[in-house]
T-cell receptor, first 114, second 110 residues
Framework: EAGVAQSPRYKIIEKRQSVAFWCNPI?????LYWYQQILGQGPKLLIQ????????DSQLPKDRFSAERLKGVDSTLKIQPAKLEDSAVYLC????????????FGPGTRLTVT | GDSVTQMEGPVTLSEEAFLTINCTYT??????LFWYVQYPGEGLQLLLK?????DKGSNKGFEATYRKETTSFHLEKGSVQVSDSAVYFC?????????FGAGTRLTVKP
């Protein structure tokens, strides 16, 4: 079974620029998560989708971050405009259903904002 | 809110040494507990899990027991290998989203 796919793997941008990350979850997984992992910390949930609906986006900085999962499959996370503190690894994960079950993670996108 | 606290690293061991990484949690309800491992340049991989009190999760020689009385889920391995060098994350889910500890970096030297 194919794992969670993410692209790009690395991205370097200047502050105030915009950037987008793409994620394709494991086939059949209804739930998709985006996490932000700052160096030396554990992942922090940004947003959770159930099919194409948002379940939890309480920690998403909505003034600059947006995410969508239009057809209930792949998803895009966007940052506009980027700040220096957005430098982190952005992880996408998916699970079969809701909370309580293990999540499967993609390799992540390492973002550097200069 | 729910949270996980794990021992700070880094941890450096010699090959074949015994490993313990401590993890304690705070949660309402009855969480499921997980250990994830992150190898350099890769995403997180599930190492083991336990879904109720007294359950023992095990995989690849690693073990952890869900201790409700001490709210702990310590990771152990009897004999580590160089290939076990990675960052280990303790995590929980309950009524909220998955919460991760800060991670413990393990380096195993030959």
């Amino acid at each position: 079974e194919a794992g969670v796919a993410q692209s790009p793997r690395y991205k370097i941008i200047e502050k105030r620029q915009s950037v987008a990350f793409w994620c394709n979850p494991i086939s059949g997984h209804a739930t998709l998560y985006w996490y932000q992992q700052i160096l030396g910390q554990g992942p922090k949930l940004l947003i959770q989708f159930q099919n194409n609906g948002v379940v939890d986006d309480s920690q998403l900085p909505k003034d600059r971050f947006s995410a969508e999962r239009l057809k209930g499959v792949d998803s895009t996370l966007k940052i506009q405009p980027a700040k220096l503190e957005d430098s982190a690894v952005y992880l996408c994960a998916s699970s079969v259903w809701d909370r309580g079950l293990e999540q499967y993670f993609g390799p992540g996108t390492r973002l550097t904002v200069t | 809110g729910d949270s996980v606290t794990q021992m700070e690293g880094p941890v450096t061991l010699s090959e074949e040494a015994f490993l313990t990484i401590n993890c304690t949690y705070t949660a309402t309800g009855y969480p499921s507990l997980f250990w994830y491992v992150q190898y350099p340049g890769e995403g997180l991989q599930l190492l083991l899990k336990a879904t109720k009190a007294d359950d023992k999760g095990s995989n690849k020689g690693f073990e952890a027991t869900y201790r409700k009385e001490t709210t702990s889920f310590h990771l152990e391995k009897g004999s580590v290998q160089v290939s076990d060098s990675a960052v280990y994350f303790c995590a929980l889910t309950s009524t909220n989203d998955m919460r991760f500890g800060a991670g413990t970096r393990l380096t195993v030297k030959p």
